[in-house]
């Protein structure tokens, strides 16, 4: 299996299975001298981790990452980068492969199985193996690097927005909320009625998607190349690449069809500053695939879990045709933890492009 690695000049090769040893991932080309300890790491780590509601799976995983390599310190000063690999190690310890052994030989519909057995010829039915959600702490590790690159002047905030078909009211929008409450759901008002929702569709064994919305601010103008390095396209192609997402919108997305050139359009004043001053953010920050300034603003929708207790129609390895019930323990919606993840590959993706735009503008 190949094409494990994201990025150009800041690189993420993620690696390991659900219920392998440990998974992990290598961090190539972050600059050297940048302050970094395991325990910063571990602060992003522990909002994805399971377990930490009746609205998670209920895996318990310490999620302990360990830096194998690419920091250094004399003793007297603080740990930094070298400017070599870092290496990052996070073991698996709750494990229970047995809870998948009646579906070795069939393929759960939604999910990877059939495709990677049609591509591969074999594959790792113990939890998805390299298709399950947990390869995404991985991601959060290595996002918690590229944020150190980028600086405190930076800020990449995510939360829930839609569960289901049951959304926020933005109008009531709070960051304050977000780290208060199960969902990452930055509107209070909702707590309570998806707590209901996913109550009931948890005891009934099915399983619901979600929409996460991450929000950059503070990122500096001139970010991303035309005609295929644009911000955009790499903000795509991260938020697609996390497992279960089906789409992905920047700025007003698919909306912006139903507008307007008048209302479309991100009017420009001269502010008080004397710097642009956009009157609107339709365009979420990317214009031309440049970044303008303004937040960046991404939506990415993930899929209901494919794992649910409901019967399912399928068919096995040698070709016949069988129902399905997934046991084990899975998120009602994954969705939740997909908050984090999605900060993650905001904070890779941004990294790496300024990097790029230092190498060639300076």
Known sequence: MSHNTFGHLFRMTTWGESHGPAIGCIVDGCPPGIPLTAEEIQVDLNRRKPGQSRYTTQRREADAVEILSGVFTDGDGPTVTTGTPISLLIRNTDQRSKDYGDIKAAFRPGHADYAYWAKYGIRDYRGGGRSSARETAARVAAGAIARKVLGPSVVIRGALVQIGAMSIDRSRWDWETV??????????????????????????????????????????????????????????????????????????????????????????RIGPDGRPRFLSNNAGGILGGISTGQPIVCRFSVKPTSSILTPRHTIDAAGHETDIITKGRHDPCVGIRAVPVGEAMMALVLADHLLRHRAQCG
Do not use: C
């Open 179 to 268: 780290s208060s409450n199960p969902f990452f759901s930055p509107d209070p008002g909702t707590v309570p009625e998806w707590a209901q929702h996913l109550d009931e569709v948890r005891k009934s064994g099915s399983s619901v998607g979600a929409v996460i919305e991450v929000i950059a601010e503070g990122v500096p103008a001139g970010l991303g190349a035309p005609l295929y390095a644009k911000l955009d396209q790499d903000l795509a192609s991260a938020m697609m690449s996390i497992n279960a997402v089906k789409g992905v919108e920047i700025g007003a997305g698919m909306a912006a069809a139903e507008l307007t050139g008048e209302a479309n359009a991100d009017e420009i």
